[in-house]
C-alpha cells in the first residue's frame, strides 16, 4: 500500500515536471500552416520554462538567435492563431499545459532580426491576463492550446518576429530575486514565430521595449499573488498593446 502511494507520488511529481508547453504551428485566418517546430518557429529543443530575466533565452527562449529556415505569410488584419502543446498538438489526450500553470498569454512583434533577438526592438500586440473569471492560460488549455491574436491593419509590410509568452504565476508568489525563496517568480514560456506580412499598412512597431530591461523581479506582472482572490486586479509586464494607431 505505502509502495503503491509512493509510486503514485513519483508519478504525479513527473507529470508535472514535464508538464509544460511549447508551440508547434500556426494558422492564418483559420488555415494551418503546417508544421513550424524549427521550421518558421525559432523552437527551443525542450518544453521547459525559462526564468533567469537577464538571459538572452527570456526573449525567443534557448533558441532565439538562430533563424528559422521558413516564414509564415500574413496579411496585417489577419487572424494568426498559435498552436501549444506539451508533447504532441496531434494528440487530443496531450493536456498542452500543467492546469497549475495559471496566468497570462503575452504576443509581441519585432523588426525582423536575422539573428540575436535581444535589446530594445519590441512592441507589444495582445495581453490577456485574468479577464472573465479565468487565466489566459487556462481558457488556453480549454480552447485546446490555440491563443488568437489579430495583426492590425496599420502594420506595415515586411518580416517580423512574433514573440508569443506563456507566463505561469503559480510560483510568483515570492519574487525571482527573494534570497529566502530561491527558484520562485514567474515562469515564462517565450517562442518566436517568423512572419512575413503583406498589405497596405505603413505603421512600424515603435515600443522599443527590451525584456532584459523592462522584465524584472519586482515588477507586479513577474511577482504576483494568485490564490488570494485579487487575480482580477493583475496587471501584465510590458507596455499596453500598440495597435498601430
Ligand atoms: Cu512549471
Not at 502543446?85 to 496566468?103: I, M, Q, R, T
Not at 540575436?116 to 500586440?125: A, F
Not at 517580423?160 to 504565476?169: D, F, K, M, V
Request: glycine share 8%.
Amino acid at each position: 500500500m505505502l509502495l503503491l502511494t509512493l509510486a503514485t507520488l513519483v508519478t504525479l511529481l513527473a507529470r508535472h515536471v514535464s508538464a509544460h508547453a511549447r508551440l508547434f504551428r500556426v494558422s492564418v485566418d483559420g488555415k494551418d500552416q503546417g508544421d513550424g517546430l524549427n521550421k518558421y518557429i525559432r523552437s527551443p529543443a525542450t518544453n521547459d520554462p525559462v526564468r533567469d530575466l537577464s538571459s538572452a533565452a527570456i526573449v525567443c527562449n534557448t533558441q532565439g538567435s538562430k533563424a528559422a529556415p521558413d516564414f509564415v505569410r500574413a496579411a496585417a488584419g489577419d487572424k494568426l492563431t498559435f498552436l501549444w502543446a506539451h508533447d504532441n498538438p496531434d494528440d487530443p489526450a496531450d493536456y498542452v499545459l500543467d492546469p497549475s500553470h495559471k496566468g497570462a498569454i503575452l504576443t509581441y512583434v519585432a523588426a525582423y532580426p536575422s539573428g540575436d533577438p535581444t535589446g530594445p526592438i519590441w512592441s507589444k500586440l495582445a495581453e490577456e491576463g485574468f479577464t472573465g473569471g479565468q487565466w489566459a492560460t487556462i481558457k488556453m488549455i480549454d480552447n485546446g492550446g490555440k491563443v488568437d491574436v489579430t495583426l492590425p491593419e496599420a502594420l506595415a509590410p515586411g518580416k517580423y518576429l512574433i514573440r508569443q509568452e506563456l507566463l505561469a504565476l503559480h510560483r510568483a508568489d515570492f519574487a525571482c530575486d527573494d534570497p529566502a525563496h530561491p527558484n520562485r517568480g514567474a515562469e515564462s514560456y517565450p517562442n518566436c514565430v517568423q512572419v512575413e506580412v503583406s498589405g497596405s499598412g505603413d505603421k512600424k512597431p515603435d515600443q522599443n521595449f527590451d525584456f532584459n530591461k523592462g522584465y524584472t523581479c519586482d515588477n507586479k506582472g513577474l511577482h504576483f499573488k494568485i490564490y488570494i482572490g485579487q487575480d482580477s486586479q493583475y496587471v501584465a509586464p510590458g507596455p499596453r498593446p500598440w495597435n498601430g494607431s
